[in-house]
């Protein structure tokens, strides 16, 4: 068999660790052409805003207002030595004064109208009534030192290819642009969330998020219209290996196409407007490399990710970067790349496909460690809904301590060293992790509570009036389910988020479960798939429900921003799981702080959390000191009971890989203008010391299908035959075969249930 990446080796990715990379080798960032308007977007509401006046204001640099208030306090300091006989001189006093009264000019005039005047806006209420206009106009300022422009409320945004918008922000946040530093950090999404220079607080700043779901993994309901003109589409692999031999209408540049129309500036923007402060955003591991046989699109969505990335920087936006692809599918789901069986740490390719993944964690981590990017980027969701049911509790929790080690390696330890390790319940609930590797830096448990895919019916009305009666029983029910569990978690476990919800009480959604899966937007569902026959009380009802949720929750990200139009209808026929559509229909609370305290309301009391975690928890004193029971059970790797095997596997027979590739580095953008050669914009590789190669299938040896391999047969002999523990498997019936690992000594136990599946 061929070299499973020869494609990838000749890429623009394919540098080794911790080589600058030449100009010659970077992706181009999209062109103006991606940001221009597309017909849907130029007649949404987002199009009609009124556009202000063009105030433009420039930053004064921090240092030289410095200067200026020095030169204020004294400005004769620079002035002649003393001499009698010239004081003694009318001509001179009204020299002095001449000279005193420039001075004061040439400071408090700039001090006031580059500083004061441009971010008054900031220091105004977080009231959504507040008003204030900021300066900008999204070109450089000349009167800027550096070039940068920035507004508030009202300002008037310019993006790359010329078109504008109006930024609405009544909450006191204000943008930065900065052509000579594209990496300023200066920005705050409102006056509640702190600037992305100064440090969050975890206990005290709340999160207030969304999804950018199906921008860069694709999803049937959220981006419906792709899968409907391929209508055998279930998943990205089969959209993917439709649209390759579609060649007559652009084969997998459609793909692309996507990318750059899907979220625009305006949404990010938009995202802050509404009071949000982070973006959780799902890539593919795709977006590093693809193997041979594997029909993904290879490496072009990441300059579209970096825009987004800049964007986010732009307005001010922390980024919880979410992999949500793992190679043969975590999960099953189709938003794993593939609908169908589990082959991450279960089956016979199980193994090998988790040394993927942990050198896809480990690029990742690299490239967004980097002080460029660290301040955008503070959270790393290592692997999105890993069905530990099927998996196994201890095998999953023996994989994450060993990524957690790898990624400390990289990073460093304790607070500022790296992204914040996010993990996802895998179904089992928040407390099912108490406890969770003690003494561990920095991790985040995740979970995603929805009420749509429990397995029940959900056929109790939300439409039942307004105030607090509106709603039915679902605010209560959300109260209920999920504010003790949350709040509990924060001190059993630490930081505890919910990555994912919405407002989708029941499972109507045109493909919400899967194309094919009529029942999700059959005749039942009907009043659910278009939010034009919602009246005032159905709206109040969400808005009660969505309030319960967000208070219950307390730090969330919605599942999703947007959701694309059904080309049958041209209109979003998922309405419950757009926060967009929402905000502009009336059923999304405009500020989302008037969520607190919808659950006492409701009369759902608890035990609030008191916002102090454990010092460890937080990057404090003590983090990366594992507790020694956990390392005594979960310290070696791989787990010796690999779930989806036959009894009596010989685990040492499995497949694996060898690491002998290049590694795959990801590159910085590029900037059009180019900043000043002061300014790094990095290499893609934080760690010079990490120099370890990437996994490769071991040349002159066959190996099942990595998506497919949980029912094919155990592996019997070594290929090509070794020695000891060194060597890789042939199985019985081709194509087969790995490299083995070494010998470890944990247990583990799992099950092969599987819950109702998400968003299938």
């Given at each position: 068999m061929s070299s499973p990446r020869p494609e990838s080796q000749a890429g623009p990715f394919s540098t080794a660790p911790n080589t600058p990379l030449q100009d010659n080798l970077l992706l181009e960032p999209p062109r103006a052409s991606y940001l221009a308007q597309t017909p849907e977007t130029s007649n949404?509401?987002?199009g009609s805003v009124?556009?202000?006046?063009?105030?433009?204001?420039?930053?004064?640099?921090?240092?030289?207002?410095?200067?200026?208030?020095?030169?204020?306090e004294d400005p004769g300091s620079a002035s002649q030595p003393k001499k009698r006989s010239i004081f003694s001189r009318p001509r001179f006093w009204l020299v002095v004064l001449v000279v005193l009264a420039v001075a004061v000019l040439a400071v408090v005039l700039p001090v006031y109208f580059v500083l004061i005047k441009s971010h008054k806006n900031t220091s105004a209420s977080g009231s959504a009534s507040s008003?204030?206009?900021?300066?900008?106009?999204?070109?450089?300022?000349?009167?800027?030192?550096?070039g940068a422009t920035t507004g508030g409320n009202g300002s008037l945004i310019t993006t790359s290819d010329g078109t504008t918008f109006t930024y609405i922000n009544p909450f006191g946040g204000?943008?930065?642009?900065?052509?000579?530093?594209?990496?300023?950090n200066n920005a705050q999404a409102n006056s509640w969330t702190p600037p992305l220079n100064t440090s969050w607080t975890w206990g005290q700043n709340k999160i207030y998020g969304v999804n950018l779901g199906g921008l860069f993994v694709l999803e049937p309901f959220i981006s419906p219209a792709l899968f409907q003109k391929y209508p055998s589409a279930v998943d990205e692999w089969t959209l993917s290996t439709l649209m390759a031999a579609d060649t007559a209408n652009g084969g997998l540049n459609q793909l692309e196409a996507h990318y750059n129309t899907f979220v625009t500036e305006q949404d990010i923007a938009e995202i802050a407007g509404a009071g949000l402060n982070w973006i959780r955003l799902p890539i593919p591991f795709w977006a590093i490399e693809k193997w041979d046989f594997e029909p993904f699109l290879e490496k072009v969505c990441w300059p579209y990710i970096l825009r987004v990335l800049q964007w986010a920087r732009k307005y001010g936006i922390r980024v919880n970067l979410d992999l949500h692809t793992i190679p043969g599918s975590q999960n099953g789901y189709n938003h794993s790349g593939k609908l169908g069986s589990i082959n991450f740490l279960n089956g016979v390719m199980g193994l090998a496909n988790a040394e993927r993944a942990l050198d896809y964690i480990r690029i990742i981590t690299e490239f967004i460690s980097q002080p460029e990017w660290q301040p955008v980027v503070p959270a790393f969701s290592i692997i999105n809904e890993a069905l530990v049911s099927t998996i196994g509790m201890d095998q999953i929790t023996s994989f994450y301590l060993l990524t957690h080690d790898m990624i400390r390696n990289i990073t460093g330890y304790g607070e500022g060293h790296g992204p914040y390790i996010v993990i996802h319940d895998g179904f089992q609930g928040v407390s099912n992790w108490a406890g969770f590797l003690q003494g561990s830096d920095r991790v985040i448990l995740d979970t995603h509570p929805y009420f749509a895919f429990d397995g029940n019916g959900n056929t109790d009305p939300i439409a039942t009036g307004t105030g607090l009666q509106a709603g039915g029983v679902w605010p209560q029910t959300a109260c209920n389910a999920w504010a003790d569990s949350l709040n509990t978690s924060q001190t059993a476990f630490g930081v505890t988020l919910a990555g994912e919800f919405s407002n989708g009480f029941n499972d109507c959604g045109l493909y919400l479960t899967g194309v094919g899966n009529t029942a999700s937007y059959g005749d039942s569902c009907s009043l659910y798939l278009d939010a034009s026959q919602w009246n005032d009380t159905m709206k109040a009802g969400l808005m009660e429900f969505g309030l319960a949720s967000m208070d219950a929750l307390q730090n969330w990200f919605f599942w999703t921003w947007k959701i694309g139009n059904s080309s049958t209808t041209n209109r979003v026929e998922s309405p419950l799981w757009s926060y967009q559509l929402g905000l502009q229909s009336g059923w999304i609370p405009a500020d989302p702080r008037t969520a607190t305290g919808t659950c006492a309301a409701l009369g759902v009391s608890g035990q609030p959390f008191d916002g102090q975690y454990s010092a460890w928890q937080t990057g404090g004193a003590g983090a990366g000191t594992i507790a020694a029971s956990s390392i005594a059970t979960y310290g070696q790797y791989p787990p010796t009971a690999l779930s989806g095997l036959p009894p009596g596997a010989n685990q040492a027979l499995l497949p694996t890989y060898t690491s002998t590739s290049a590694i795959p580095t990801l590159p910085p953008p590029t900037f059009t203008p180019s900043p000043p050669e002061s300014v790094s914009i990095g290499n893609g590789w934080f760690d010079s010391a990490d120099t370890g190669l990437a996994p490769t299938e071991v040349q002159g040896c066959s190996y099942p299908n990595a998506w497919d391999a949980?029912?094919?047969a155990m592996p019997t002999a070594l290929c090509p035959p070794a020695t000891g523990a060194a060597g890789v498997v042939t199985t019985p019936t081709p194509p087969t075969t790995g490299t083995t690992t070494?010998?470890?000594?944990?247990?583990?136990?799992?099950?092969?249930?599987?819950?109702?599946r998400k968003r299938m």
């Open positions: 949404s509401p987002r009124a556009q202000s006046q063009d105030n433009s204001s420039p930053l004064l640099l921090e240092h030289e207002k410095r200067l200026n208030e020095a030169f204020a008003g204030g206009s900021g300066g900008g106009s999204g070109s450089g300022n000349p009167g800027s030192p550096t204000f943008w930065v642009a900065d052509p000579k530093d594209p990496f300023n949980v029912a094919v070494s010998t470890v000594t944990t247990t583990a136990s799992s099950t092969t249930t599987q819950p109702v």
